[in-house]
């Protein structure tokens, strides 16, 4: 909690600096373009926060099959608290706070090799989606081609890498020559988890994980779309799509807490290039980052103080 309360103000921090840098050099009214948030009515707030939770939904029925084909058949109304509480660690370098959900697992008695690994087959299977997606800005724009042809290149090539028996063998050998010490625990935790891994990133599993991440991903990225046509912007659908995707692919890449920064930079960029003015650019991203990013920390909150106040693990005592 600690960590996420300091990554938490920096990030918040970004945003003011960022948005006030932003306005100086452009000349931007950052005031009037805030209050035109009040002007997208509820009708148009409830159509992005429902495509959010969409993509909410879609993810934790990958989730929660990930973890029946690992053999832990949890309660769905348990699991799925556990599930939305590590949002409340997205705002962390390459969102890996989100791993926090292994430790209310732990208390499912589920280890942590099978957790991560199913957490590392859906950190993979959705920067698949977001690459698949993101075709759609680079078909247009060729100066962000190298952005996705690189990172699509780097993620299928990771599939091969763990179907491969040389991998495995490598490693375990590696541990047999290392004796005893922390080197050889951590090697044997991730030969665990590379063989829990290879159960969830082959046939069936694979296939399903594929189709709900692409299912996942388009709804959150079509919120771009939707925004920018209730902003009055004409535009095509796998434009904007793509363009949100591209920006959600930089963010990843940068490593940076939530993405933010790489995100709204890559984003604002694109729309700019797209003919977008700066004003709307501006505030279809800021709509966008809180219907997706922003909403979700909250119901990571919401979860987090509810799990802290009635573990659902004490229930099974």
């Not at 992005?48 to 084909?69: E, V």
């Not at 199913?118 to 190298?146: H, I, M, N, P």
Request: hydrophobic fraction near 55%.
């Amino acid at each position: 909690m600690r960590q996420f309360a300091i990554w938490l103000v920096i990030a918040i921090a970004f945003y003011g600096i960022g948005i006030s840098v932003y306005s100086s050099l452009t000349d931007t009214d950052i005031e009037a373009t805030l209050g035109s948030l009040n002007n997208i009515g509820i009708s148009g707030w409830i159509m992005i926060i429902g495509l959010s939770t969409l993509n909410f939904a879609l993810r934790f029925l990958r989730w929660q099959d990930y973890l029946q084909r690992l053999g832990h058949p949890i309660p769905m109304l348990a699991n799925v608290q556990y599930f939305l509480a590590s949002f409340a660690f997205t705002i962390t370098p390459a969102k890996a706070g989100e791993a926090a959900r292994s430790l209310y697992l732990k208390n499912e008695d589920i280890r942590y090799a099978d957790s991560l690994a199913a957490l590392f087959a859906e950190r993979l299977t959705d920067l698949v989606a977001v690459v698949f997606f993101a075709l759609g800005a680079a078909y247009v724009f060729e100066d962000w081609r190298w952005l996705v042809i690189v990172a699509g290149i780097a993620t299928l090539a990771v599939l091969p890498l763990i179907h491969a028996n040389w991998v495995r063998a490598l490693l375990v050998n590696i541990r047999k020559r290392l004796g005893s010490g922390g080197l050889q625990t951590a090697i044997g935790h991730l030969v665990s988890l590379l063989d829990s891994s290879l159960v969830l990133l082959k046939g069936g599993p694979l296939y399903r994980g594929m189709l709900l991440s692409l299912g996942a991903a388009f709804s959150v990225s079509l919120m771009m779309y939707v925004v920018l046509t209730l902003l009055g912007v004409e535009i095509s659908m796998p434009l904007a799509v793509g363009i949100y995707a591209t920006g959600i692919l930089a963010g990843a890449l940068s490593f940076l807490p939530g993405g933010i920064g790489g995100a709204e930079v890559v984003m604002l960029g694109l729309l700019l290039l797209a003919g977008v003015d700066s004003t709307t650019a501006v505030l279809a991203i800021l709509m966008c980052r809180i219907a997706a990013l922003w909403y979700s920390i909250a119901v990571g909150i919401a979860l987090v103080l509810r799990l802290e106040i009635a573990p659902p693990w004490k229930k099974h005592l």
